[in-house]
């Protein structure tokens, strides 16, 4: 099991993404939870933290799972291919320009949900992002 996190800045309508050099792909934050660590959400937020340098992220609009995915995981670092179930939330910062990279093989960028949709060939991302723009919807409307 992993906990990712789509960050978004709620005023501009972005999303975070985050390029993850074994999937050769732009990707949410995240991964697996530490020795102990048993709550998706907890690792979720530090995954998040950990990866982005954001240290104000709260969970937007609530704390409720976004959406739940199997993911495969290409072979690398000693281990064979293999398979995440991935509970994904959504958080928001009011700082998105402190977002700094945890290292130089891992940029990231700010997007549009819809520049978000052409970056990714992931399914399973897309429709995590569709759903993160119908929250973004609801929130413009109050």
Do not use: C
């Not at 978004?8 to 993404?17: A, D, Q």
């Not at 052409?118 to 109050?142: G, K």
């Amino acid at each position: 099991m992993t906990g990712s996190a789509l960050i978004v800045h709620p005023p501009t309508r972005r999303v975070l993404l985050r390029w993850h050099e074994r999937q050769q792909a732009w990707l949410q934050v995240g991964g697996h939870g530490d020795p102990g660590e048993d709550d998706p959400f907890a690792i979720a937020r530090r995954e998040a933290v950990e990866e982005t340098g954001l240290e104000d992220l709260v969970a937007w609009p609530t704390a409720e799972i976004l959406h739940v995915v199997v993911v495969r995981v290409p072979a690398g670092k000693g281990e064979p291919a293999h398979e995440h179930a991935d509970v994904r939330y959504v958080f928001a910062t009011s700082l998105p320009e402190m977002a700094r990279p945890e290292s130089d093989d891992a940029p990231m960028q700010w997007l549009s949900v819809e520049d978000a949709l052409a970056v990714t060939e992931e399914e399973n991302l897309r429709e995590s992002l569709r759903r993160v723009a119908a929250l973004l919807a609801v929130s413009d409307r109050r």
